[in-house]
């Protein structure tokens, strides 16, 4: 099992919808989590972290259930922009030996 | 303020030969990674350094990989007696420090091609 799934998609959406991607992650002791975004041929660059309460980003909302290992990411109102492949990312902080995972990622298309 | 830069940006290289990549980190970020990333994949961890202490290189694919940085500046990521397998883009990262809380900023990447 890896140790962050994701669906690798593509997910093909039109325009002014709102799409969900989970993550799930193996490590129990997984301190701290963020979703990336990386276009294109592109370097992948931070979307949000993931709090435990949940948070907010203009149309982005990312949830974190603890309990069941998994995040979320949703976005609403797509637009033709947000096309691009979602990493999900944990971090196993300094607990014996700092360690970050990139989950290989979701694809987004989102269509006029 | 300048972000992280990585050079070459392209690579093309015979199998067998010798690399080196070189990334520039940002000023003043004292955590450094190397990832790599074949196509169609996620990010491969490689080996990240911290300030002056040993770096962690449990990463590393192979023997024939290995890493510099010197200081808090300038990290070289070396590949020996390349293979096919080899070719990817590889992406380097900074970060304040190595508080797992920190963002990483990416470079562009150096594309390496082996032949």
């Known amino acids: 099992r890896k140790e962050v799934e994701q669906d690798p998609g593509p997910f093909n959406v039109p325009e002014g919808a709102t799409v969900a991607f989970n993550c799930t992650y193996s490590?129990?002791?997984?301190?701290?989590f963020f979703w990336y975004r990386q276009d294109c041929r592109k370097e992948p660059k931070l979307l949000m972290s993931?709090?435990?309460s949940g948070n907010e980003d203009g149309r982005f909302t990312a949830q974190l259930n603890r309990a069941s290992q998994y995040i979320s990411l949703l976005i609403r109102d797509s637009k033709l922009s947000d096309s691009a492949t979602y990493l999900c990312?944990?971090?196993?902080?300094?607990?014996?030996?700092?360690?970050?995972?990139f989950g290989a990622g979701t694809r987004l298309f989102v269509k006029a | 303020g300048a972000g992280v830069s990585q050079s070459p940006s392209n690579k093309v290289t015979e199998k067998g030969k010798d690399v080196e990549l070189r990334c520039d980190p940002i000023?003043?970020?004292?955590?450094l990674y190397w990832y790599r990333q074949r196509l169609g994949q996620g990010l491969e961890f490689l080996i990240y350094?911290?300030?002056?202490?040993?770096?962690?290189k449990s990463g590393l694919p192979s023997d024939r990989f290995s890493a510099e940085r010197t200081g808090e500046s300038v990290s070289t990521l070396t590949i020996q007696r390349t293979q096919q397998e080899d070719s990817a883009v590889y992406l380097c990262?900074?970060?304040?420090?190595?508080?797992?809380?920190?963002?990483?900023?990416f470079g562009p990447g150096t594309r390496l091609t082996v032949t």
């Open positions: 490590n129990s002791a997984s301190q701290s």
């Open positions: 000023s003043g970020h004292t955590a």
């Open positions: 993931v709090y435990s």
């Open positions: 990312v944990v971090n196993l902080g300094n607990t014996g030996g700092f360690k970050t995972i």
């Open positions: 990262a900074s970060s304040l420090t190595l508080r797992d809380t920190h963002e990483q900023y």
């Open positions: 350094f911290q300030g002056n202490s040993a770096p962690d």
